[in-house]
């Protein structure tokens, strides 16, 4: 095995997929060098001899998805109603633990909703508490990066819970004692929803995300929970059709179907655990998570993401600390067998 130097070819690869690059693109909005998870084509460009079907392992989009239901015609040539989108609501309200649903407001993504309030609150003197997923800091560009000690004095603070890439839990009583207004990014929340600050939200505004858990990214569906007078600023920027029918459809039945969310959950805990036996076997350290992802720390890193992406598996670096990935889970056990390979193939390295 060549060892990494001479393997390097004219971009580290850690830098491409972290979005250090960005002179490579005209625009920001097509540049596959800004990554935050699943840019294969970026991959493939670089690992151009790397064995197909590439194994995305670079986002914590569930790889077991919620089973479509059958859709007629009409659910691709009808703009969604107004009553469609308010049953949407009211199912993902009852999931949520929510009882008004004038609170709730469907959005295409939660990424969008972070760019919304972004807008909404320009104008506030912003904090967040980092790591933090990279959509928060390009929707807050100059609000500063603090800890919990530092949340004092701020107009407004900015968390994820779970985070994103370290899993870290910030609990209701913490949150409580946050001055001003406080936004909080439950996009990983379904899969231990014991961790939702929901039931004691007080005026916090919450967001969720639908694709994460129910495997389904592509529907691009998420929600804010928010005060009236939010919400309904939100209901007037996103207009009459703020989703599509497909998501509309798709979500109610998969917010109705409590069964199949609970088997979602126990099967997505015992990936992420057979995930953390394939480190430990590797001796690397794992240094935080949720049941969709795992964040492991080990000094060649680099080393490790160059192997798997020669192996055809893309996870995801950080730019700002090289001696950490993050690895989604495997789905079949085709990719279980290819992850383990290339493990043992870094270790031989070691």
């Given at each position: 095995?060549?060892?990494?130097?001479?393997?390097?070819?004219?971009?580290?690869?850690?830098?491409?997929?972290?979005?250090?690059?960005?002179?490579?693109?005209?625009?920001?909005?097509?540049?596959?060098?800004?990554?935050?998870?699943?840019?294969?084509?970026?991959?493939?460009?670089?690992?151009?001899?790397?064995?197909?079907?590439?194994?995305?392992?670079?986002?914590?989009?569930?790889?077991?998805?919620?089973?479509?239901?059958?859709?007629?015609?009409?659910?691709?040539?009808?703009?969604?109603?107004?009553?469609?989108?308010?049953?949407?609501?009211?199912?993902?309200?009852?999931?949520?633990?929510?009882?008004?649903?004038?609170?709730?407001?469907?959005?295409?993504?939660?990424?969008?909703?972070?760019?919304?309030?972004?807008?909404?609150?320009?104008?506030?003197?912003?904090?967040?508490?980092?790591?933090?997923?990279?959509g928060h800091k390009a929707a807050w560009p100059n609000a500063?990066?603090?800890?919990?000690?530092?949340?004092?004095?701020?107009?407004?603070?900015?968390?994820?819970?779970?985070?994103?890439?370290?899993?870290?839990?910030?609990?209701?009583?913490?949150?409580?004692?946050?001055?001003?207004?406080?936004?909080?990014?439950?996009?990983?929340?379904?899969?231990?929803?014991?961790?939702?600050?929901?039931?004691?939200?007080?005026?916090?505004?919450?967001?969720?995300?639908?694709?994460?858990?129910?495997?389904?990214?592509?529907?691009?569906?998420?929600?804010?929970?928010?005060?009236?007078?939010?919400?309904?600023?939100?209901?007037?920027?996103?207009?009459?059709?703020?989703?599509?029918?497909?998501?509309?459809t798709v979500g109610l039945a998969a917010y109705q179907d409590?069964?199949?969310?609970?088997?979602?959950?126990?099967?997505?805990?015992?990936?992420?655990?057979?995930?953390?036996?394939?480190?430990?076997?590797?001796?690397?350290?794992?240094?935080?998570?949720?049941?969709?992802?795992r964040l492991i720390s080990h000094d060649n890193a680099r080393?490790?993401?160059?192997?798997?992406?020669?192996?055809?598996?893309?996870?995801?670096?950080?730019?700002?600390?090289?001696?950490?990935?993050?690895?989604?889970?495997?789905?079949?056990?085709?990719?279980?067998?290819?992850?383990?390979?290339?493990?043992?193939?870094?270790?031989?390295?070691?």
């Amino acid at each position: 095995m060549k060892p990494y130097s001479a393997m390097a070819r004219r971009v580290d690869p850690l830098l491409l997929a972290s979005g250090c690059v960005t002179n490579m693109s005209k625009s920001p909005a097509t540049d596959p060098f800004r990554f935050h998870g699943g840019r294969l084509a970026a991959a493939a460009l670089h690992f151009a001899d790397a064995p197909k079907p590439w194994i995305d392992l670079s986002t914590g989009i569930s790889p077991w998805a919620y089973p479509v239901p059958e859709l007629g015609l009409d659910a691709w040539r009808r703009l969604p109603e107004p009553e469609q989108i308010a049953d949407l609501e009211l199912a993902a309200a009852r999931v949520f633990g929510l009882n008004n649903t004038a609170e709730i407001v469907a959005v295409p993504g939660s990424d969008m909703a972070i760019r919304m309030l972004g807008a909404l609150f320009a104008n506030q003197r912003g904090a967040m508490l980092t790591p933090i997923y990279s959509g928060h800091k390009a929707a807050w560009p100059n609000a500063s990066e603090i800890t919990i000690e530092e949340a004092a004095g701020h107009d407004l603070i900015i968390l994820a819970n779970p985070n994103n890439p370290d899993g870290r839990i910030v609990s209701p009583d913490h949150l409580g004692a946050f001055p001003g207004q406080v936004i909080v990014d439950e996009a990983f929340a379904d899969t231990a929803p014991a961790t939702s600050i929901l039931p004691e939200r007080g005026d916090a505004i919450v967001l969720r995300s639908f694709g994460k858990f129910y495997g389904l990214a592509g529907i691009r569906l998420g929600f804010v929970i928010a005060d009236t007078a939010v919400a309904e600023r939100l209901r007037a920027m996103l207009g009459d059709w703020p989703i599509s029918g497909i998501a509309a459809t798709v979500g109610l039945a998969a917010y109705q179907d409590q069964q199949w969310q609970e088997v979602q959950r126990h099967r997505l805990q015992e990936a992420a655990e057979r995930l953390d036996r394939l480190f430990e076997k590797s001796e690397i350290e794992i240094v935080g998570g949720t049941s969709l992802f795992r964040l492991i720390s080990h000094d060649n890193a680099r080393e490790l993401f160059e192997i798997l992406g020669q192996s055809g598996i893309l996870v995801r670096p950080f730019s700002d600390d090289a001696s950490r990935l993050r690895f989604g889970l495997p789905g079949g056990e085709d990719e279980w067998r290819r992850l383990d390979y290339a493990l043992s193939q870094w270790r031989e390295m070691q």
